[in-house]
């Protein structure tokens, strides 16, 4: 370590790695995990979201998962929450759409309309 | 780097090792693994996070969910439930006494929302074995700070102006004794750090030194630089193996890192550390004492002045503090002196860390603003007292320190407010006492403590402390005599003012401070031969109540001692002569009508 600067550089690597233990304000991806998103191929979902999110670099990008939405016949879902609360929900996500939801609204903040779905109530 | 999408953290500090996190993190290993998540979830183990009572307990984010009471099945439900499919498994929630909705994360539970975390910031949210994660949390950045745009009166300055005060025991300022070292004459010098805790009860500097040791080691490379040394060391007890073990690896990776060592971040500024491991006597804390132990002598105290500021470790000017007076520091250059005095009261700056136990719901390790009350402390983040009983006292301060009643709850806990009530800060062990506690017992307790620790060096404190012990366990046996406080007062008074260190100068306190709350409970030893609180064997009489007992003669047939009389269906009746106070009658009496007085 030769430097503050180096320190730093090296700081916001590993940073990033721990940005989930810090409750900041960012975007929050969540991919729904019930019994029939699993079944509908959630997991690979999730597991493309990760690979492009650390490939891309992408800073204060919280993903996380929760239980089943009340959507079943839209699944995979997966929902982007920006960080003043408003959310977006994409339905019948496979492992490409998984990726061009990354680019197009992680990286570019453009929300693909054509695959949202309306949300019918609350979330359970 | 990889990218992880939940972090698990399990707390492997001392009190949940002894729960059993080992086998939780296993099975929580193997669990992720059979559901093929490993590339997802990371567990990362932790020091104490504080409700060690609530034991083992984990935390998993983003979410910040807490579990507690954990055992391996627990794991593999959070396994497939939660880290699998996102669902928060309820059952395993804490559940908070006056609600009837479990707190789903950390953040909603009283035990840590009222807390100020400055020294324990990291602990029990960061990895202690990564030096990565230490530097994420913006380690080693104050000390770069101070190298590369503080001069190291600079330094002295923000410390001073901060406020700090050390946190092993006496509240010395910690600037002003860093600038005695400053200006003392001559090349070398040191700095220590006082891992020692002797004090009964407390763990605090365990578990920093456990959960973020790194912190220990900037905080005394900051020193290094404000008094220009380039030696440190770390004296730790030797009952503390993991501390040793943590402290080792935190070392060696600071120096791969060029942390410590050469030439640190480039500039001509060079400093190191070394553990010495210590035999763990209680005086060996005292600081005169530790250095003679690292110098390879006896630990023995010898009288001060001079002062180790000037003349310590081989004769050199020793900065000497406490690991949580450490933990301190970097913060203080991070954010300034103003900030750092912004916090607490008048003269007590920032929080202190205390080790809440005895007779209270949640026990563990809290860090609140100087200035909080005890009411609030073992109230609010405590929860209160459990099992219905009455609050009686707070003892703080361990074996030199004193109670403080019920009275006096709403006291603001800083140095200066403890030592008026006859109690002290110390290094922050505060033990909970409640009815069930005799004052007379819990003196005696301290004073065998001390006694036994005592090196014999001065006679105030090896004789007089021994004479005090004779007089206390006189009393609980029942032959206390008129005279025997007054007696107590005045020996304590003389050991205090001719003892020639620390330890005996304070052995007394613990028996000065219960007779000045808790007059009345030695005068009914005395006098009554009775102790109050049911505690002392020899003054607790068994009874047994004419209107209750039905002359069924169980307590007569298990009575060892044969001193139980009476015809049968006719009340009985104990000869309080021949009776040996077991409780055996009173545990088998079906219609509760033996009681004691
Ligand atoms: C008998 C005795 C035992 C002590 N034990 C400890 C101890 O275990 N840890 C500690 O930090 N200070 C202990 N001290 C206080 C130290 O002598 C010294 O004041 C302290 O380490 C200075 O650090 P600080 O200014 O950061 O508090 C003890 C003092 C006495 C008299
Ligand atoms: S006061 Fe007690 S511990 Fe201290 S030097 Fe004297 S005998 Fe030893
Ligand atoms: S056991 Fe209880 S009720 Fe029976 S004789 Fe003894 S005191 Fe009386
Ligand atoms: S306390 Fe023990 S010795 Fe005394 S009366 Fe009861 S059983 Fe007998
Ligand atoms: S289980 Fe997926 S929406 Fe119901
Ligand atoms: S040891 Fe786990 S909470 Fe203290």
């Known amino acids: 370590m030769k430097s503050l600067a180096e320190l730093d550089k090296l700081r916001e690597e590993i940073q990033r790695e721990m940005a989930l233990r810090e409750k900041k304000e960012g975007i929050k991806v969540v991919v729904s995990m019930g019994t029939c998103g699993i079944a509908a191929g959630a997991r690979d ?34 929902q982007v929450e920006g960080p003043g609360g408003e959310k977006v929900t994409y339905g019948h996500v496979d492992e490409q759409k ?4 990354v680019a197009a609204h992680l990286v570019n903040g453009q929300v693909i309309k054509e695959w949202t779905v309306k949300e019918e109530g609350e979330r359970v | 780097m990889r990218l992880y999408r939940a972090h698990v953290l399990v707390c492997a500090g001392a009190g949940c090792i002894s729960s059993g996190c080992q086998a939780v993190k296993n099975a929580l290993l193997e669990n992720i693994e059979r559901l093929g998540l490993q590339q997802e979830v990371k567990v990362v183990e932790t020091g104490c996070m504080g409700p060690c009572d609530l034991g083992p307990v984990i935390v998993v984010y983003p979410e910040g969910v807490f579990y507690r009471q954990l055992k391996p099945s627990d794991a593999v439900e959070i396994a497939e439930e939660h880290l699998l499919k996102g669902r928060v498994v309820r059952h395993l929630l804490y559940q908070p006494a006056e609600s009837a909705t479990p707190a789903t994360t950390f953040e909603q539970i009283d035990f840590f929302k009222k807390q100020t975390r400055i020294a324990l910031r990291n602990t029990g949210i960061i990895n202690p074995e990564s030096v990565e994660e230490y530097i994420a949390r913006d380690g080693y950045r104050a000390l770069g700070k101070a190298l590369s745009e503080m001069t190291p009166a600079q330094v002295l300055e923000c410390i001073k102006r901060s406020g700090l005060r050390g946190r092993g025991g006496a509240g010395f ?16 010098k040191y700095v220590v750090c006082n891992a020692d805790e002797g004090d009964p009860g407390a763990f605090m500097d365990r578990s920093i030194i456990e959960g973020d040791p790194h912190t220990v080691l900037e905080g005394m490379a900051i020193c290094g630089y404000a008094i220009g040394a380039r030696q440190g060391y770390v004296y730790v007890r030797a009952e503390y193996p993991l501390a040793v073990e943590r402290l080792e690896l935190a070392i ?43 110098e390879g002598r006896r630990g023995e105290p010898r009288p001060r002045p001079p002062f180790p500021a000037v003349q310590g470790l081989w004769g050199k000017p020793t900065v000497i503090n406490n690991v949580e007076t450490w933990a301190n520091v970097p913060p ?9 005095a912004s916090i607490g009261t008048e003269k007590s700056k920032g929080t202190k860390v205390f080790a809440l136990a005895g007779k209270v719901n949640n026990t563990g ?6 200035g909080t009350t005890l009411r609030e402390i073992i109230y609010e983040i405590g929860g209160g007292i459990p099992g219905g009983k009455q609050f009686k006292a707070v003892q703080t301060g361990g074996p030199s320190g004193g109670c403080i009643p019920a009275s006096h709850l709403d006291v603001p806990v800083d140095y200066e407010s403890l030592t008026g009530l006859g109690a002290i800060m110390g290094s922050g062990g505060m033990i909970v006492l409640d009815e069930t506690t005799c004052m007379v017992d819990l003196a005696r307790f301290f004073l065998e403590f001390v006694q036994d620790e005592s090196c014999g060096k001065c006679s105030p404190c090896r004789i007089g402390t021994r004479r005090m012990l004779e007089i206390l366990e006189r009393i609980i046996k029942g032959q206390g005599r008129d005279g025997d406080i007054e007696l107590l007062e005045e020996l304590g008074r003389n050991i205090k003012s001719s003892a020639l260190c620390g330890l005996g100068q304070t052995a007394p306190n613990p028996v000065l401070s219960t007779i000045r709350h808790f007059r009345a409970e030695y005068a009914a030893h005395i006098y009554d031969k009775k102790c109050p609180a049911g505690v002392c064997k020899d003054l607790i009489v068994y009874t047994i109540s004419e209107e ?29 002569e021949k009776c040996i106070r077991c409780g055996t009658c009173m545990e088998k009496c079906k219609f509760m009508a033996i009681y004691t007085m």
């Not at chain 1, 992408?58 to 839209?74: P, R």
């Not at chain 2, 203080?332 to 750092?340: K, M, Q, T, V």
């Open chain 1, 45 to 78: 979902v999730i597991a493309v979201l990760l690979e492009e999110i650390s490939r891309r670099n992408l800073q204060d990008v919280v993903l996380t998962q929760t239980g089943c939405a009340g959507l079943c016949h839209c699944e995979p879902l997966v």
């Open chain 2, 332 to 340: 203080i250059i991070l954010n300034g002196a103003d900030w750092f």
């Open chain 1, 98 to 101: 998984a990726r061009e939801i």
């Open chain 2, 365 to 370: 390790l809290v860090e609140v603003p100087m």
């Open chain 2, 173 to 188: 300022p910690t600037g002003l004794k860093w600038e005695f070292t400053a200006r003392a004459p001559g090349d070398t």
């Open chain 2, 252 to 294: 060696a990776r600071a120096r791969r890192y060029g942390l410590l060592g050469d030439n640190i971040f480039g500039t001509d500024f060079s400093f190191d550390v070394e553990i010495r491991v210590g035999a763990g006597a209680f005086v060996c804390g005292e600081e005169t004492a530790l250095l003679a132990s690292i």
């Open chain 2, 548 to 576: 209750k007992c039905n002359g069924c003669g169980r307590c007569a047939l298990v009575c060892p001692a044969r001193a139980i009389v009476g015809e049968k269906k006719k009340a009985h009746r104990i000869d309080v």
